[in-house]
């Protein structure tokens, strides 16, 4: 196998993770979880979304949150924006990269945003503009890529035919995210293979949900197509509320203990990182579906008691 030596992980806990919990998170426990992701060695942060704070509560406070956490040499702070409005308010707060989302699939594009994919992106042209002008990088991610829970299989033309919408806005690094777990290895394997060949100017990202238990095979087929960025969320924090089933992201723990049993680098602390996760759980006062969380990770051993004999 000829695995790549190095992968970056994006933490996502802060939005995704955060964003449909029931229990309202307070804006100083987001930043204490920021600055452990921080201290874990953790570069680049989904640190919220500017949505509407009616629709989505526990959004309501990422300029806050960005406030409290600071300028960070070295890391990127990004944020989700769905519209102009919210592009606005991220420039404001001073936001380090915007991300836009639309779905591959027609379906889950309305039921969530309640456009076609083609509106979706369209309405995304004075969103690019006004980010361009402020000097704000951009990103963008293809929702259902792999999958849709109204439509079935996402065929690889809707996923190229968004990527080539995306790029024509002026973006580059673009995520392919099976928002609900619907992805298997060998169709992760040969997408992004496919997608890479045909988009070689895009930095590609994988964003993988854990409904099925097989995020964590997805991410090793992404890295044998040679894709090495990857979303996670901390303590596997998340869900997507327009899908029905749909369970958390693959937490970031959980991707760094596979990485290191594998020796992919990521320069990222991992026991730092179960630190953050431990408190994510404890923030949001439920079990989560983090495996290293539950049984430590693979290098942990038990003391060996020796059998009494007879």
Request: charged share 20%; with cysteine.
């Given at each position: 196998?000829?695995l790549?030596?190095?992968?970056?992980i994006c933490?996502?806990?802060?939005?995704?993770?955060?964003?449909?919990?029931k229990?309202?998170i307070?804006?100083?426990?987001?930043?204490?979880?920021v600055?452990?992701?921080?201290?874990?060695?953790?570069?680049?942060?989904?640190?919220g979304?500017?949505?509407?704070?009616?629709?989505?509560?526990?959004?309501?406070?990422?300029?806050?949150?960005?406030r409290?956490?600071?300028?960070?040499?070295g890391?990127?702070?990004?944020?989700l924006v769905?519209?102009?409005?919210?592009a606005e308010?991220?420039?404001e707060a001073?936001?380090?990269?915007?991300k836009?989302?639309?779905s591959?699939?027609?379906?889950h594009?309305?039921?969530?945003f309640?456009?076609?994919?083609?509106?979706s992106?369209?309405?995304?042209?004075?969103?690019?503009?006004?980010?361009?002008?402020?000097g704000i990088?951009?990103s963008?991610?293809i929702?259902?890529a792999?999958g849709c829970?109204?439509?079935?299989v996402v065929?690889?033309?809707q996923?190229?035919y968004?990527?080539?919408?995306?790029?024509?806005?002026g973006i580059?690094?673009?995520?392919?995210?099976d928002?609900?777990?619907?992805?298997h290895?060998?169709?992760v394997y040969t997408q992004?293979a496919?997608?890479?060949?045909a988009?070689?100017?895009?930095?590609w990202?994988?964003?993988?949900?854990?409904?099925r238990?097989?995020?964590?095979?997805?991410i090793?087929?992404?890295?044998?197509?040679?894709?090495t960025?990857f979303d996670?969320?901390?303590?596997?924090l998340g869900g997507?509320p327009?899908?029905?089933?749909?369970s958390?992201?693959v937490a970031?723990?959980d991707?760094l203990?596979?990485f290191a049993?594998m020796?992919?680098e990521?320069?990222?602390d991992?026991?730092?990182m179960?630190?953050?996760a431990?408190?994510?759980?404890?923030?949001?006062g439920?079990e989560t579906?983090?495996?290293?969380l539950k049984?430590?990770k693979?290098?942990?051993?038990?003391?060996?008691?020796?059998?009494a004999?007879s």
């Open positions: 196998m000829n790549p030596n190095k992968a970056v933490e996502v806990g802060p939005r995704d993770g955060l964003q449909n919990e229990k309202l307070l804006t100083e426990q987001k930043v204490n979880l600055k452990g992701c921080i201290d874990a060695g953790i570069k680049i942060i989904e640190i979304s500017f949505v509407n704070p009616r629709a989505t509560p526990q959004m309501a406070d990422t300029a806050e949150v960005l409290g956490v600071g300028k960070v040499s890391v990127e702070f990004r944020a769905p519209n102009v409005r919210g308010r991220a420039i001073g936001i380090g990269k915007i836009l989302t639309a591959a699939s027609e379906s594009n309305r039921n969530n309640n456009k076609t994919p083609l509106e992106v369209r309405g995304f042209a004075d969103c690019v503009k006004l980010a361009k002008d402020a990088p951009l963008a991610a929702g259902t792999f829970p109204f439509e079935g065929s690889l033309g996923v190229e968004m990527a080539r919408s995306f790029i024509d806005l580059t690094e673009i995520s392919m995210s928002t609900t777990g619907m992805a290895p060998l169709q992004c496919a997608m890479r060949k988009f070689p100017q895009v930095k990202v994988l964003h993988f949900h854990n409904t238990n097989m995020a964590l095979a997805n090793f087929a992404g890295l044998m197509a040679g894709v960025w996670g969320s901390f303590a596997g997507c327009f899908a029905p089933g749909a958390g992201n970031t723990e991707i203990n596979m049993g020796g992919v990521t320069g990222v991992i026991d730092k179960i630190a953050v431990r408190l994510a759980r404890e923030y949001v439920h579906e983090s495996g290293v049984a430590g693979t290098t942990d051993l038990a003391p060996f008691t020796k059998c004999q």
